[in-house]
């Protein structure tokens, strides 16, 4: 599929195929339990205002960019590099930017694995057991559940790859967005009238300046980056599949609206039930991963009804983990598809061993592989790291720099197709200047918390 023509490059139905599926991608893990956790411990309503800001701005700057990019040059991240940047520097720059959704994936659905066996056992009508101390430690220890509720995870995702990207992706995503809308909402309403939880609601929703901190603005663009998909190829990937009619610019707008929308019904379903559960002590809602999988089913076990809330808030998680690692493998496929020429199935196959044998890895290094550390993180975590921390914000210097070298009016000719721009003065004052010195930011302070100099 080397050919960037329209007609014969698969593409989205439409605009609402294209934000569906974008938000879809957005909408994942982070969300859900990341999103949470990090306001509780910067701010509260100071890092929502901060993040806010953040995702209108450099957020929508960095998806306008690689979106537009996509489009103009109908391909995926290595193509559209190797189309548009005339150093090797530039097209290692595609590379960077391809190679991150295919080791970002194999440990995704082991998390989303463990979402599959919390789930199970709600339905099964084990809420109590996993609401145990040391159910979730010995549950990850332990190889075979783990690596079972792993392949099924990764099974779920690669299905849907290989139907295609209308079919597939476009069709799962219109189901599941929407059911997940509503699950967020009914879960939200119902943690917020739990006794105790007024104190939760104003602590994630009114700003406290006395709260704001150098690091609320630090852990805001991480978690921007994070959430919005930004510098994975993904957006890369998913604008090669846009039409030309469809408006590059309101559509960012909307995703940037989903995905926040979905953080903060995140954060009122889980700060007010922590806050009612714990009597506001925030080192509950500070406990990092574990939120997830140790404090809300001891949050569900105190409550009424707590039973189904597991099982609807579950389903919930397992949704937008789902959405999230379709997005993943689709812009891994494109890439073999595009780059090396290979069929859509043979490309599922390749991420299909990939993700089998890292992992694997990454499930195991809970368990027998434990003894194996690298720079002081087990296997799973080190994965996030190098990803996450280190090659995402390389990823998004690089698209910067390539819209720098490659002219901004051309972004901004793609953009004007479909849309006025009318924050194209914005735009072009970000993506030259302050969207590098974020980046920057996030990538110094990613290695100086690694080597201990600050503490994230």
Same mark, same amino acid.
């Given at each position: ?52 800001? #953040?995702? #209108? ?100 995702? #690669? ?242 720099l390539l819209v720098s070298k490659m002219g901004i009016d051309k972004i901004a000719g793609e953009v004007k197709l479909s849309s006025r721009f009318r924050f194209e003065g914005m735009y072009r004052v970000f993506v030259r200047t302050v969207a590098p010195v974020f980046v920057a930011v996030i990538l110094f302070s990613s290695i100086a918390s690694v080597l201990g100099w600050i503490k994230i």
């Amino acid at each position: 599929m080397k050919n960037s023509d329209e007609s014969l490059r698969a593409s989205f139905s439409g605009k609402l195929g294209y934000v569906l599926a974008a938000a879809g991608s957005a909408v994942g893990l982070g969300n859900i339990w990341r999103f949470p956790y990090l306001a509780a411990k910067y701010g509260g309503g100071m890092f929502l205002l901060t993040y806010l800001i #953040l995702a #209108l701005t450099f957020g929508y700057t960095m998806m306008v960019s690689e979106t537009a990019l996509g489009r103009l040059s109908g391909k995926s991240p290595v193509g559209a590099f190797k189309t548009y940047g005339k150093t090797g520097l530039a097209k290692a720059g595609g590379w960077v930017n391809a190679v991150i959704p295919m080791l970002i994936l194999p440990y995704y659905s082991v998390i989303g694995g463990w979402v599959i066996k919390y789930l199970f056992e709600y339905v099964r009508g084990n809420a109590s057991e996993t609401a145990a101390d040391g159910f979730f430690g010995t549950f990850i220890t332990s190889p075979g559940g783990a690596e079972v509720c792993f392949l099924i995870f990764a099974f779920l995702t #690669l299905i849907v790859i290989v139907l295609g990207v209308e079919n597939g992706v476009e069709k799962v995503s219109r189901i599941m967005m929407p059911v997940l809308v509503a699950l967020a909402v009914v879960m939200a309403v119902y943690s917020m009238t739990r006794p105790g939880a007024a104190a939760g609601i104003r602590y994630l929703l009114v700003p406290d300046l006395k709260h704001f901190s150098w690091m609320t603005v630090v852990a805001a663009l991480g978690q921007m980056f994070y959430s919005l998909s930004i510098a994975m190829g993904i957006l890369i990937t998913y604008g090669s599949y846009m039409k030309k009619d469809v408006n590059i610019e309101s559509s960012m707008h909307q995703v940037i609206f989903f995905d926040s929308g979905i953080a903060i019904l995140a954060g009122l379903m889980i700060i007010p039930a922590v806050f009612a559960f714990s009597g506001g002590d925030m080192q509950a809602l500070q406990a990092g991963p574990s939120l997830m999988f140790v404090t809300m089913p001891k949050v569900f076990e105190s409550m009424g009804l707590g039973h189904l809330v597991g099982i609807l808030f579950f389903v919930l998680v397992l949704f937008a983990a789902l959405t999230s690692s379709i997005s993943l493998a689709e812009t891994s496929v494109s890439t073999l598809q595009d780059e090396l020429g290979w069929t859509r199935t043979k490309g599922v196959v390749f991420m299909a061993v990939l993700v089998l044998v890292l992992g694997s890895l990454s499930s195991l290094g809970f368990g027998v592989l434990s003894n194996i550390t690298i720079l002081g993180m087990d296997i799973l975590d080190f994965f996030d790291f190098l990803t996450n921390s280190i090659m995402m914000p390389i990823a998004a210097f690089a698209v910067c720099l390539l819209v720098s070298k490659m002219g901004i009016d051309k972004i901004a000719g793609e953009v004007k197709l479909s849309s006025r721009f009318r924050f194209e003065g914005m735009y072009r004052v970000f993506v030259r200047t302050v969207a590098p010195v974020f980046v920057a930011v996030i990538l110094f302070s990613s290695i100086a918390s690694v080597l201990g100099w600050i503490k994230i």
